[in-house]
């Protein structure tokens, strides 16, 4: 007799034991990678500055009780990602005393990766109400105006998987009356 003789094929059982053995360490090796992956590549926020309020044109009306100007706001929206944000249903509102005095949608458009986009947005205001007293109007009142800008869209990560991202500005403006000039914002 030789050697051969004697030898047993392998059981099926054996191999079943090796092939869940290999199955189990390949989603194991799975769930390593993918919380790396989502540890270190973990899709964030874009981040909203509002750099600059101006009032362009301002003027009093109706004997001091109404008031017309053209409100601008410069934002920066940085993208932290290491992936395109894609941009869409994005929007500026403009709002007095709770009452929307305007708005305007944001094109849809794209923020590479670790960049930072400028955006402006003008609003030309009409016949806005000013609920003064004729005594505080000699003392220099203010007007406060609340501006919201919303960024809604997409970030891609290794082109596989998409992370719905969105981001919000809220500032309150204090306008002198008297001038127009802008006092101050709080975003």
């Known amino acids: 007799m030789t050697k051969h003789e004697?030898?047993?094929?392998?059981?099926?059982?054996?191999?079943?034991?090796?092939?869940?053995?290999?199955?189990?360490?390949?989603?194991?090796?799975?769930?390593?990678?993918?919380?790396?992956?989502?540890?270190?590549?973990k899709p964030q926020d874009p981040k909203i500055s509002v750099t600059a309020v101006q009032l362009p044109s301002f003027n009093l009306t109706n004997?001091?009780?109404?008031?017309?100007?053209t409100f601008s706001q410069?934002?920066?929206v940085k993208n932290p990602n290491r992936g395109t944000f894609s941009h869409y249903d994005s929007s500026?509102?403009?709002?007095?005393?709770g009452?929307?005095?305007?708005?305007?949608?944001?094109?849809?458009?794209?923020?590479?990766?670790?960049?930072?986009?400028?955006?402006?947005?003008?609003f030309t205001v009409q016949?806005?109400?000013?609920?003064?007293?004729?005594?505080?109007?000699?003392?220099?009142?203010t007007v406060e105006i609340e501006s919201t800008i919303e960024m809604v869209g997409r970030v891609r990560v290794l082109h596989l998987f998409s992370h719905h991202v969105e981001a919000k500005a809220d500032c309150r403006v204090a306008i002198a009356v008297s001038d127009g000039s802008v006092l101050g914002f709080h975003c």
């Open 99 to 122: 009452k929307q005095i305007g708005f305007m949608f944001v094109p849809a458009g794209k923020i590479n990766a670790r960049r930072t986009q400028f955006m402006a947005a003008t």
């Open 63 to 69: 004997n001091s009780t109404t008031v017309n100007f």
């Open 6 to 41: 004697h030898e047993t094929p392998p059981s099926n059982r054996t191999n079943l034991a090796s092939c869940l053995v290999a199955t189990v360490f390949l989603i194991f090796i799975l769930i390593i990678i993918f919380t790396l992956y989502f540890t270190l590549f």
């Open 127 to 141: 016949s806005l109400p000013l609920n003064l007293e004729p005594e505080g109007l000699q003392m220099g009142p």
């Open 92 to 97: 500026f509102q403009l709002l007095s005393y």
């Open 74 to 76: 410069y934002t920066s």
